[in-house]
């Protein structure tokens, strides 16, 4: 009978918990540091201001017979300043009381000179703490620093940068090492959104195609009948509208992340494109699209920019009362290129703008007058504004109509 092989040892546990509180004097944390750095730095200057003053002290006190405020010659005492005056005659307590107080003053000119020494040592001690303090807290917070560059990097759509910070095992690389956990989590989930979204949208692809070609062959038979002929063309609008619905979803998946391939695009080319693929749709409800494009070159993609403007303009034109008017603009402003849609229209409310950029939300049907597209235009503008650095707003034009106003970095 064969042998059962035996299950293989389980890991071991780690040694420390971070569930667990732990003890600060088990390990160099922040608190201690700075308890040990700060307790130094104020014992070490504490040490330098006594000998300071010490010296100061013992320099001032050490009076010699050439300092002495008087002399004696040939058994009488004559003053060796002008401050200091003797008896020429006198008893012995009167010679006594004026040596004491020509003592007394030297002792004042000494401390007085003591106390300009030292504060004179304390400006100079200030500045080298201040000084030393300055670069030890700079060293000190520099991981938050580089935390704080992390976070924004991540802030623009850049989830594979991590933190990976070095160092002693404190507060500070315990943040980083969970920022970095958190930001993992935060990739893995936005990188399954966005292949559930791009695989269901492809596994969609197909029925959408085969349904399109059975209707339009079923449509391409004279002997069909009239009512079987307007529903094969309801089915065919409700198909193609479905279509649109899974490329903007593709869309909306691929263009949420940062771009790595970038190449110079012009926006003047890539808004006059988007004229002239909506140019037959604008004649059809008499709407004008006109518009002055002057050289706007950015980094990016050029398909999504494209898109961009397609899109704003597909929405001015649709949204569009007839006889109304599409103004296209680029140009380039304060540093930055800018791509610029205005259109008449009806009056948008401004408490709506926000919700014009989020998936699937149109205005009302009595309001646009139109039930084309599939609610992902805008969103789909926006997330390809965000991926190139840039960002798209919109407010309401005055007399009816919307702005559209997309700014990137050259």
Not at 56 to 70: C, E, K, R, S, Y
Not at 268 to 282: C, F, I, K, N
Not at 349 to 374: C, H, M, W
Request: charge should be negative; glycine fraction near 8%; charged fraction near 25%.
């Amino acid at each position: 009978m064969a042998s059962v092989p035996a299950p293989p040892e389980a890991p071991p546990k780690p040694t420390w918990d971070p569930r667990e509180p732990v003890r600060p004097w088990l390990r160099p944390t922040i608190r201690i540091r700075l308890t040990l750095l700060y307790g130094g730095m104020f014992l070490i200057a504490g040490i330098l201001l006594l000998s300071i003053i010490y010296l100061f002290t013992a320099q001032a006190l050490h009076v010699g017979v050439a300092d002495l405020p008087f002399k004696i010659v040939e058994g009488k005492v004559q003053p060796t300043t002008d401050w200091c005056t003797l008896p020429e005659e006198g008893s012995g307590e009167q010679f006594n009381q004026a040596v004491s107080a020509c003592l007394q003053h030297q002792r004042e000119l000494a401390l007085d000179d003591l106390l300009r020494r030292s504060l004179f040592a304390l400006l100079g001690l200030s500045i080298i703490a201040f000084a030393f303090g300055y670069a030890m807290a700079g060293r000190v917070l520099s991981p938050l620093g580089r935390i704080t560059r992390t976070a924004r990097q991540v802030a623009g759509s850049d989830l594979s940068r991590r933190i990976e910070l070095d160092g002693p095992d404190d507060e500070l690389k315990e943040l980083a090492d969970t920022f970095d956990e958190m930001l993992d989590r935060l990739e893995r989930a936005f990188t399954a959104q966005q292949r559930f979204v791009a695989n269901a949208s492809h596994e969609l692809r197909t029925p959408l195609a085969i349904n399109r070609t059975l209707l339009e062959v079923h449509l391409s038979d004279p002997g069909a009948p009239v009512e079987l002929q307007q529903l094969g063309k309801t089915l065919l609008a409700t198909n193609e509208r479905s279509e649109q619905l899974v490329e903007g979803l593709l869309l909306l998946a691929r263009s949420d992340n940062q771009i790595v391939e970038r190449k110079p695009v012009d926006l003047a080319e890539v808004a006059s494109r988007a004229m002239d693929q909506v140019r037959s749709e604008a004649d059809e409800k008499g709407v004008e699209v006109r518009g002055e494009r002057r050289a706007a070159v950015v980094q990016g993609n050029g398909v999504l920019l494209e898109r961009i403007a397609l899109n704003l303009v597909q929405n001015a034109v649709r949204y569009n009362l007839p006889g109304g008017w599409v103004e296209v603009a680029t140009e380039v402003e304060h540093g930055q290129a800018v791509l610029l849609v205005t259109n008449t229209g009806p009056v948008v409310p401004a408490y709506e703008i926000d919700n014009l950029f989020e998936p699937f939300r149109r205005l009302r049907q009595e309001r646009t007058g139109s039930d084309k597209g599939v609610g992902l235009g805008l969103s789909i503008a926006r997330s390809v504004a965000r991926a190139h650095g840039g960002r798209i707003a919109a407010v309401p034009r005055e007399g009816g109509g919307l702005v559209m106003r997309v700014t990137l970095p050259v």
